[in-house]
């Protein structure tokens, strides 16, 4: 295994915004951001607004933001709010980039918004050890039958890097997913609570593996796992504020129209996502965006606290 903090010095394709470049040199707490998100998880103007609004959460809070993407062929660790506007208005005529699309957008010297996955192998190459995002992806239901499992999870089991989530949404297979992590050595965290989060809505049928309830007890364990030399990341599940969760009744109509039409429309492979999430938000009106920004900003601050006690425990 790598070193964990891997020197900038070695990457040649990544740039390092130099807000980012000084956290990382003065051992300040850092939290990566994902640019999927922005791109394809949300429309304008919301985007950008809510893009920026997590960044000025996690400086409120203590910690420093990095908001990640490849600009014209370039990896970024920290983007310019211009960079933020280009993929926000661009939308899904930019690529969505994972793991696998990451050396075809850098090769062909073009812009890509980086998933979950894509995200944390950028992170970690520029030694950022927590990342907040919406939700993760997971095992889509019927994956028995399409093979659909984000590559968001196999990333998690090889990539030391915490993500803070609010679960992941009820379009996939929770239960399958939590047995996926399990197989591949995730553990799934929840945060003040017993419950894996299901985005919308505070629970779901499924308990994490482990509660913890202070940023400071998820810190030890990151660092526990990670000096000991194990890999890959984990899972903090952080539930949605009680005022801005949603009526699961509505949720769960809307979650079925549009499994119902991805399977109709016969869309597949890396569409299927970013098509689910457009019409879960068309069929639940503004109030899902609302929720779900208010979700990411709740997931920004946690984030902050867990990159200040985890570097508290790395200077020492
Ligand atoms: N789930 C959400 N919001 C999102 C995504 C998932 O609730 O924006 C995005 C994330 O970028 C995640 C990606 O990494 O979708 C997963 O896509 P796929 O299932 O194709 O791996
Ligand atoms: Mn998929």
New binding site residues.
């Given amino acids: 295994m790598k070193p964990l903090n891997a020197s900038a010095v070695t990457q040649p394709y990544l740039d390092i915004h130099p807000e980012v470049a000084q956290a990382l040199a003065g051992h300040q707490p850092l939290v990566a951001l ?1 640019s ?2 922005i791109s ?3 429309p304008y103007p919301q985007n950008v607004a809510t893009a920026l609004r997590v960044e000025a959460e996690v400086r409120q809070h203590g910690a420093v933001p990095a908001t990640i993407a490849i600009v014209n062929g370039r990896l970024k660790a920290g983007l310019t709010e211009a960079e933020i506007e280009i993929l926000g208005t661009s939308g899904r005529s930019v690529s ?1 980039v ?1 793991r696998r699309d990451i050396p075809f957008i850098v090769a062909g010297g073009t812009t890509g ?7 944390m192998v950028i992170a970690a190459m520029a030694g950022i050890r927590v990342f907040a ?6 095992v ?1 239901r019927g994956a028995q039958h399409s093979f ?1 499992v ?3 999870l196999q990333e998690l089991a090889q990539t030391p890097v915490a993500v803070v989530c609010a679960g ?2 009820s ?1 996939l297979d929770l239960g399958l997913t939590l047995e996926y992590l399990e197989t591949h050595g995730v553990p799934v965290v929840g945060y003040c609570t017993p419950w894996l989060p299901a ?1 919308f809505t505070r629970d779901s049928a499924f308990k994490v593996d482990y509660q913890l309830d202070t940023a400071q007890a998820i810190a030890e364990v990151m660092h526990a796992k990670w000096s000991m030399g194990l890999h890959g990341g984990l899972v903090v599940a952080n539930p949605i504020p009680e005022a801005s969760a949603m009526p699961r009744a509505v949720i769960d109509a809307a979650v079925e129209q549009a499994l119902h039409e991805v399977q109709a429309q016969g869309i597949g ?2 569409e ?3 098509f689910l ?1 457009a019409r879960v938000c068309e069929l639940t009106g503004g109030d899902s965006l609302t929720a ?1 920004i208010e979700l990411v900003l709740n997931n920004a601050r946690l984030a902050a606290a867990i990159a200040s006690a985890y570097q508290c425990l790395v200077r020492q």
């Fill in positions: 994902e999927t998100i394809h998880g949300m969505k994972s918004a980086t998933t979950v996955a894509a995200t995002t919406g939700g993760i992806g997971g889509h659909d984000s590559a968001d992941a949404k379009i985005f492979g890396k299927s996502t970013p999430l779900n």
